[in-house]
């Protein structure tokens, strides 16, 4: 139990264009789920977090109009990176909580030309 | 051993010893903590987890201790294999939610 799936794994995309990242809990509902960025090497960074059915809530120093946020449902949130840059290449993973516990999906690999 | 620099600590175990990993967290007040495993590539995979009013709990090949007078965390792995090559990271949850604050991770090498 508790998987957490991620699409794609793999992006690669042009400067200026959109990207859409979808997490999905597959055998359990998540009340909240998160949003993390990681460099290499390093751990975790907790860009925000969203309930279903509210607005997100974005850390310190995360644009919240650029990294677009929707949980439309308790199994479901996108991430959608808008016009990225090559600084926005890294490694996005979600993670999606029923109670306590976090599980985290396989992560998406983005690379920005 | 150890190593403790620019790169992630790095800990280095022959194949079928014992490992011991440690974390220290911040805030008295985490109530609950969690391990993970992360591979390269992939997202971090749950191991085990403890409540703070337990100082001990035992899963498949693996003991997670907390010792909350000195705020440390350690997660024990029995007979070390390959497979078990990773990045390990401990995390806290601080309030009454359900975020998580994670520690910098361990890089655990098994040698063969």
């Known amino acids: 139990g508790a998987v957490v799936s991620q699409h794609p794994s793999r992006v690669i995309c042009k400067s200026g264009t959109s990207v859409k990242i979808e997490c999905r809990s597959l055998?359990?509902?998540?009340?909240?789920m998160f949003w993390y960025r990681q460099f290499p090497k390093k751990s975790l960074m907790l860009m925000a977090t969203s309930n279903e059915g509210s607005k997100a809530t974005y850390e310190q120093g995360v644009e919240k109009d650029k990294f677009l946020i929707n949980h439309a449902s308790l199994t479901l949130s996108t991430l959608t990176v808008t016009s990225a840059h090559p600084e926005d290449s890294s490694f996005y993973i979600c993670?999606?909580?029923?109670?306590?516990?976090?599980?985290f999906g396989p992560g998406t690999r983005l690379l920005v030309l | 051993g150890e190593s403790v620099g620019l790169h992630l600590p790095t800990l280095s175990v022959q194949e079928g010893d014992n490992s011991i990993i440690n974390c220290a967290y911040s805030n008295s007040a985490s109530d609950y903590f969690i391990w993970y495993k992360q591979e390269s590539g992939k997202g971090p995979q749950f191991i085990i987890d403890i409540r703070s009013n337990m100082d001990k709990r035992q899963g498949q090949r693996v003991t997670v201790l907390l010792n909350k007078t000195v705020k440390h965390l350690s997660l024990q792995i029995a007979a070390t294999q390959p497979g078990d090559s990773a990045v390990y990271f401990c995390a806290e949850k601080k309030n009454a939610g359900n975020m998580l604050t994670f520690g910098g991770g361990t890089r655990l090498m098994v040698k063969p």
């Open positions: 055998d359990f509902q998540a009340t909240t």
């Open positions: 993670s999606a909580s029923g109670e306590e516990t976090q599980y």
